[in-house]
Structures are given as C-alpha cells and as structure tokens.
C-alpha cells in the first residue's frame, strides 16, 4: 500500500520505508559513492548475521541509492537486481504467514516499476504496476475506506503511466475497469476523484482515436458539473470541461453542433475573469473560426470583431493583436464573398504590420500581401492586385537568395504565388506578362523533374501552367505556340489529372478556330467526359463551367455540320449535365429567392455555371423549335426541358428575374407551336407580370409582351376545331408574332435591367 512520506525527518535509528526513500534520495551531494559503498557495507552485514528483515531493509536503500543517485555511483541495472531479490525475500516472508510479508512484496513492486520505468524499459514498469494493482485488489476487502480511496489512485496513475508510453489501448482498459473497481469495494469515492477518472477516460478515448466514447463520457460529466459550478475551482473545472467537449463535439459531429458549447465555455470564462480578459480574445478567435466553418460568416465576423475590442482595450488599436484579428475578419469576408469589406480588414492589418516592421517576420508581410492581392483581383482592380502580386514575388525572391538551397521551406508557396499572378495577369488580360509568368512557372517544374524530385502535384501544376499558356496563345491566335504548348500539358499530366478535360476542351477550341468543326466537337465530348470523371475534385467549380461551355461548342459544330439529330441530343444532354453537375450538389438543397441579389455573393458566383446553363439550354430550345415543327418532332421534351429550366432558375437567379421571364416567353413560344393555347397564355403572363414589375408598364418590351397575350386570348376564342388543332394559317401568323417579340425581349428588356442596376449601384454592377 502507497504510504504518505512523513512530514518532518524521522529520528535516528527509525525504520524508513523503502518507497519513501526511493523519492528522497533523488539527488545525492558529492560524498554519492561514499554513501553507496556505506550502504553496500551495510547489505553485507545483515547477509552475515542480520535476519530477514535486515537484509530487506538493506537491500531498498541500497537500490534506491544506485537507482537515484545522479552522477557518479548511478547503477539502475544493479538496482533492478537488488530489488528483484529482495521481491523473492519478501514472497518468502509472504508464503511463511508474516503479516508485514504482503506490505513489503507490494512496495518492492511499486519500487521496481519506478525504477524500470526510469529505465526506459516500459514492458518491465507496466508489467510490475499490473502486479502491484493485482495484489492491492486482493486485499481490497480488508481495506479501511481510505485505502480504498488510495487503491483507485494506483489504477490512476498506472493508467497515466500507460498514457505516456504511448500504450492506450492498456490505459482504456484500466480506467474502463476502475468503475468496476469501485463498485466491488464498495468505495464512495470524492466527486473530484470521480471527474478525475471521468476525464482520464475520455481523454485516452480520444488519443485512441474513439471521439464519439470520449464525447459521450464529456457529456455526462459537463452535465453533472453544471449543476455544481458555485465557487471559483468547480467554475475553472466547467469550463475545461465545457471547452474539451466542445472541440470532441466539433470532431465528432459538425461545427454547428459545437458552436453552442464554444459559447458556454465563453460565458463561464466571462464569470471568471470579465469581459475584457486576453484569454477570451483568443477563444472569441476560436467560435469564429468555427461559426466560418458553420456557414454562419455574419456572426462569425462579430466574433472576431469581439476579440477586436479586447485587444484594442489591452495591447492598443495598433497593436500586431489586433492586426492578427483583421486578418481574421478579411479571411471570413473574402470567404463570404464580401469583397469590398475584406479589403479594408486586410489593408487595416497590413498598415498595423508595417508600423511594427522590426517585430513581424517576412512571411506575415508576405501573407499581407497575398491576401491583398487577391481581394484586389476579386474586386476588379487589377493594376492593383499587379502591384501586390509583384511586391509578393520580391520578398519571396529575396528570401530565396538568404535561405538558398533545395529545402528552402518557402519554395512551394513561390510557386503556387507565381502560380495565383500568373492567373491574375491571364484574368485581366496582361497577356505578355502572363506568358512570361508561366514560362516561369514552367521552368521551375520542368527543373524538378530534371532533378527527379517531382511528384504527382508537381507534375499537375506544369500541366496546368501549360495549358493555361495555351489559353492566351489562342486568345493572340498564335495556333502553332498553343498546339504546342496542349501537347506537352498532355504528356506531362498524371493519369488521374483532374484538369484534364480543361486541357481536351481547349484543343476543340483550336479545331473550331480552324473550322474543324467535327474535330472540335469529338473533343468537346471528350472533355466533358472527363469533366464528369472528376466533379468531385478541388478543381470543380472551373469543371462545372468547362463542361457547359464545351456542350455549348458542340452544339455550335453539329449546327455548322447540319446534323440536326445531333444538335437535339447534346441539348439534352447540356441539360443532364445541367442536373447532374449543377443542380443536384448545388440548387437542390435551395429554397426559390425573389432575384439574385438575394443570393451571397460566394453563391451567385457559384452557380454561375449553373445560371449559363439554363441560358444556353433556353437559347437553343428556341432557336430550334422552328426545324422541330417542320419536321413533325413533338415539343413535349423541349416543354419539359423548359419547365424544368424554370425550376432551376428559381434557386439561381430568382423568379423575378429578366431571364426567368425570358424562359417563361420560350415556354409560350412551345405552347403555341403544340396547340396547347391556354398554357401558352399562362406563361406570356407570367413573363410580362414579372418584366412590368421590372421596367414599368410603360416599356416596349412590357407592351409588346401585353399585346402577345392578349393576341393568344383572342386566338383562343376564335380556334376552329380540326382534328384537335389549329388552322396552320392562324398558328403562323401567332408564331410570327411570337418571333418579331423574342428580339425585342432579349435585346431590350435585359440591357435596360443594366442600365437600372448600374443606376442603382454602379460600382456593383
């Protein structure tokens, strides 16, 4: 049994336990090995002549000195000899009825467990702690309550013992059976004592990687606490606990299910120490970052502007603190789409950061100027973005020529900078310096391959470099340079490179300019059926956009080819892709909005595809609807086709919008070719309601979609019954009327939405 180490010297000639010893003798003056060869005088006496309980007392104090002693005299193997014969002494006192016989093997094993573990050699130290836990059970019935209570701590720190040699899964099945140990002693233990075991169990949980066990173990034990949290320990102990359960919570389940323990574990910390205490910045820091990751970028911005307001109010408004918040803030905004407003965050940051100069280390200034660059680039300010991208690349170059050689930490972020204004020149369209920004994108990669250090990235992004090359060469219809350039990006692409439909749809563009319209469109197809091989990739959302503007082109070929059959079915299949790639992750999960102003920023950026799509797919169901009747092809698939446009365009551009009108003006158009008249006056309604609502009763474009309906409500009472249909001569002249009316609807219509938005907020629009 573990006994307490007395609390003031024992008297000369008083027995010393061999445990309390074991910690005493730790650090031993200069006379160490004077003192060793004394004891070891002292063990060969009591062989000579003393009893059994001499030579037990002489063989602990002289392990506990070769075992302890620091320096000169140090022999932990010996000890471990000493203790293992004074182990088989204390057995044989133990097996001839001794009373004292159980107490003396029990400590000889909590010695050697020290000892071995001191050693390092951890199967011995466990394997002697299992024994000594082994043996205290079976005494436990005879325990005092108090002993008990002591027998549970070496189940504790034997856990704890398992826990730092790295063995969890040994440390859960010890604390997992102190529960039973409790039960079977019979012993009410101290509530400390009991969260103690609670967290020592969760905590091996988690670091066995069984978030949802220790989860559930926090959860159990927050919620006893909570109703005992009155004085200042138990509120210190809450809010670790609240705090640990809210980071398994996010583990285990999602961000937002954890926000609401983030914020009690913020309250109980505001108890303890006010509003204005540092540590809360750094936990109003920590909600954010996950109420960013919730989806929830408002709050999560008042987080941060929280952890603002202490910094300011402790370290001062220019403080590199608060600059570390602005940054913060801009990541949320940048990441919401609030361009404008992360902007100032970033530029805030960096004035604070270049007043402390001599304090921030270059990759905070390079950080600033990344986040700059690019908020710039999002906000349409080009040379501005150039001017960052450029101070950027300086430092870079400059910390390239101080740290020189090939495991510079920084080399991957160079590239992947030159990579981000290498696309930020291509963007605004600095096309000579773009190329000359990829030539040295692609030096660098080509480099690496020489020196056979390259990778599956590596090799991805000189391929995508390449490609984006070819881009600006066939933007500057330098064919040559960008049939080149599409040769090599596929030859050094990975097998599974996800851009690799970017790479075959730019190959149908240099085939379409060179009027090889069969050509282009077989690799259209191609591209897209890569594109759909890889939805799932980082480089999705440029995909999304390559796949509808590669149907779009294939469209265009069969048209020039005059292969109506196969115009038809790569509309429907632009609609597929439509459904596929764009609505079911995106627009499916959305409720229908009044316009697209309704939409995030972020959002309506991301649906972008999404809202082409829909255009494309209406342009080209009325551009054919025509060649459909005189061929006797039934309009039903372009009605639902139509319909279903409709419902996409609820969720992306909202149902007051010019081009939901526009799709409900095509769906009258088919109406009227099938005869289906009051349909077809439905939806030349619904187009004009949502275009007055727009542009005033007064607009041509309004007018002349009034005068439409109206001219089908007066076709509707004067239809004559022929086998179910129209007279053709009457359907025509309705058509056409129809026809004269989509010109002025597209072409009016849309640009005075323009003009009224620009008027509204010009530097939006």
Not at 220 to 247: F, P, Q
Not at 581 to 600: G, M, N
Request: overall charge negative; proline content about 2%; aromatic content about 4%.
């Amino acid at each position: 049994r573990r006994r307490k180490a007395p609390s003031k010297p024992k008297h000369a000639g008083e027995r010393i336990p061999a445990v309390t010893l074991a910690r005493a003798v730790r650090v031993m003056s200069a006379s160490a090995a004077d003192k060793i060869n004394s004891l070891d005088e002292e063990l060969r006496k009591a062989r000579s002549g003393g009893t059994v309980r001499d030579i037990l007392r002489a063989l602990g104090r002289l392990a506990s000195a070769l075992a302890f002693t620091h320096g000169p005299g140090q022999d932990e193997s010996r000890a471990v000899d000493l203790l293992k014969e004074r182990l088989g002494l204390a057995e044989q006192l133990e097996e001839a009825g001794d009373d004292e016989g159980p107490g003396h093997v029990q400590g000889t094993l909590k010695l050697l467990s020290e000892v071995t573990l001191a050693m390092g050699d951890y199967d011995e130290a466990l394997k002697y702690l299992y024994q000594s836990v082994d043996r205290a059970f079976r005494n436990a019935n005879d325990a005092t309550d108090d002993e008990k209570v002591v027998l549970i701590g070496e189940l504790m720190e034997l856990g704890e013992n398992l826990e730092n040699v790295g063995r969890f899964a040994d440390a859960l099945g010890v604390y997992e059976s102190i529960a039973d140990v409790e039960s079977a002693v019979h012993t009410q233990l101290p509530a400390q004592q009991v969260a103690s075991i609670q967290r020592a169990l969760a905590r091996t949980y988690e670091r066995s990687g069984k978030h949802a066990e220790a989860q559930g173990i926090m959860q159990k034990l927050v919620e006893t606490e909570r109703g005992l949290a009155d004085d200042e320990a138990s509120r210190k102990a809450l809010h670790a606990d609240v705090y640990n359960l809210a980071c398994l919570t996010h583990s285990v389940e999602n961000a937002s299910a954890s926000v609401p323990l983030y914020e009690e574990a913020i309250a109980i910390r505001v108890k303890m120490v006010g509003e204005s205490h540092s540590s809360l910045a750094d936990r109003y820091l920590e909600l954010g970052k996950v109420l960013e990751e919730a989806d929830r970028v408002a709050e999560a911005v008042d987080a941060y502007e929280k952890a603002k307001a202490i910094d300011e109010e402790i370290h001062g408004e220019d403080s590199l603190q608060v600059a570390t918040d602005l940054n913060y803030m801009g990541t949320a905004l940048f990441a919401a789409g609030e361009y404008q407003d992360a902007l100032w965050a970033f530029d805030r940051a960096h004035a604070i950061n270049l007043e402390h100069e001599d304090e921030v280390d270059v990759k905070t200034l390079m950080d600033d100027a990344r986040n700059l660059a690019m908020t710039y680039e999002r906000c349409g300010k080009g040379s501005e973005a150039i001017s960052l991208f450029d101070e950027l690349m300086n430092l870079h170059r400059g910390e390239l020529k101080t740290h020189d050689g090939p495991y510079y930490d920084g080399a991957d972020q160079f590239i992947d900078d030159l990579e981000r204004y290498a696309a930020c020149a291509q963007s605004i369209g600095s096309n000579e310096r773009a190329l000359e920004l990829y030539g040295e994108l692609c030096e660098k990669r080509r480099g690496e391959a020489e020196d056979k250090v390259t990778d599956a990235d590596s090799a991805a992004s000189l391929a995508s470099a390449l490609n984006n090359a070819a881009v600006i060469h066939l933007r500057l219809r330098k064919f040559d340079e960008a049939l080149s350039k599409l040769q090599e990006a596929e030859k050094v692409a990975p097998h599974d490179f996800a851009e690799r439909g970017l790479i075959l749809f730019n190959r149908a563009k240099l085939h379409f300019a060179n009027k090889r319209f069969g050509d282009a469109a077989t690799e259209a197809q191609r591209a897209v059926e890569e594109v759909r091989a890889h939805l799932t990739s980082d480089a999705a959302p440029a995909l999304r956009e390559c796949g509808v503007d590669a149907l779009r082109m294939a469209v265009r070929c069969y048209e020039s080819l005059d292969k109506t059959d196969e115009v038809h079915q790569t509309i429907l299949q632009l609609y597929a892709f439509l459904e596929e790639a764009l609505v079911d992750p995106f627009v499916a999960r959305r409720e229908p909005i009044e316009s697209e102003k309704d939409l995030p920023p972020a959002d309506a950026e991301e649906l972008k595809p999404a809202r082409d799509a829909c255009d494309a797919i209406v342009d080209m169901v009325a551009a054919l609807h025509a060649e459909d009747v005189a061929e006797g092809q039934p309009l039903s698939k372009a009605a639902d086709i139509l319909t279903r446009v409709v419902f996409v365009q609820e969720r992306v551009v909202g149902g007051h919008s010019p081009e939901i009108a526009k799709t409900f003006h095509q769906l009258s158009r088919v109406f009227v070719w099938c005869g289906e008249l009051e349909d077809a006056v439905a939806m030349s309604d619904s187009a004009c309601d949502i275009m007055r609502a727009l542009l005033g009763s007064e607009h041509e474009t309004v007018v002349l979609l009034d005068e439409n309906s109206t001219k089908i409500r007066n076709a509707m009472e004067d239809v004559r019954e022929i086998d179910g249909s129209m007279l053709g001569g009457d359907l025509d002249a309705l058509v056409g009327d129809l026809d004269a009316l989509d010109d002025a609807f597209t072409a009016s219509a849309i640009e005075d939405m323009n003009l009224q938005d620009s008027n509204t907020d010009e530097e939006s629009s």
